[in-house]
């Protein structure tokens, strides 16, 4: 796997970029990889004249190296954002059943304990709070408060089994809502080193384009390939409207 190799490889290199620096992608990720790729071949047969206006040739060794670790990267983050989105997607479909039964619980509660005010008082307490982490700590609140209280809420259709229930639905929420904090800290990891991975690409991208446009200035079948040629075929839609400082790279 030479992609897998090659994001070994960099990796250290790739880390080290400072939160500062990093670039994020403003074209397609596939096509930015395809044009890197095809730079290299392109610029292959020009490199004593590129050295001569003073480019570092050993980047354009080193763009296959850059493209491969940053095509891996590009993949790893896409498998654990897929993750993310099964996590959240379950989050999703249990968080309102839950709520339904958060909602039913406190109209069951209030009812049985109308002349209670301490236990008015305590399911009043319970609904303090709108995080997350908060309403699987109601939901399993008013399951222990319920089960305490069973005599008083027989009275209003409860009973011990659908209490516990509530208790166990807590824990089930709880669970998917760690797993889904901890998959988005994950996710954020994946995705900040596929953007380092991707500057240090762009930056040897950049710096060869640059030099290629030097040289050929004057040589258009030269010239043209050191163009991003999605850029250009953006720009040829709309010829009459191109912004300033649209990029050509």
Request: proline share 4%; aromatic share 8%; glycine share 4%.
């Amino acid at each position: 796997m030479p992609s897998s190799n090659d994001y070994t490889q960099l990796l250290p290199e790739i880390a080290a970029v400072k939160s500062e620096e990093i670039r994020k992608p403003n074209i397609p990720f596939d096509i930015f990889l395809q044009e890197s790729e095809n730079l290299f071949q392109w610029c292959k047969d020009d490199r004593e004249m590129l050295e001569k206006c003073g480019l570092d040739v050993s980047l354009i060794d080193k763009l296959p190296l850059l493209s491969g670790a940053c095509r891996e990267a590009q993949a790893r983050w896409v498998k654990e954002n897929k993750t993310k989105k099964e996590a959240e997607n379950i989050w999703r479909k249990e968080y309102p059943v839950a709520l339904n039964l958060k909602n039913e619980l406190i109209h069951d509660f209030r009812f049985a304990f109308r002349k209670n005010p301490e236990l008015l008082s305590k399911i009043a307490n319970i609904e303090k709070g709108n995080s997350y982490a908060d309403f699987v700590q109601d939901l399993n609140d008013l399951s222990v408060l319920g089960i305490a209280n069973l005599a008083l809420l027989t009275k209003a259709g409860r009973t011990r089994e659908s209490l516990e229930n509530a208790a166990l639905l807590a824990n089930r929420v709880a669970e998917l809502l760690a797993t889904v904090n901890s998959e988005k800290q994950i996710n954020a990891g994946f995705l900040e080193i596929r953007n380092k991975a991707y500057t240090l690409l762009k930056n040897a991208v950049d710096e060869i384009r640059e030099c290629g446009r030097f040289v050929f200035w004057r040589n258009p079948e030269r010239l043209k390939g050191y163009s991003s040629a999605y850029w250009q075929a953006r720009n040829a839609k709309r010829p009459a409207e191109k912004p300033a400082g649209t990029p050509t790279n």
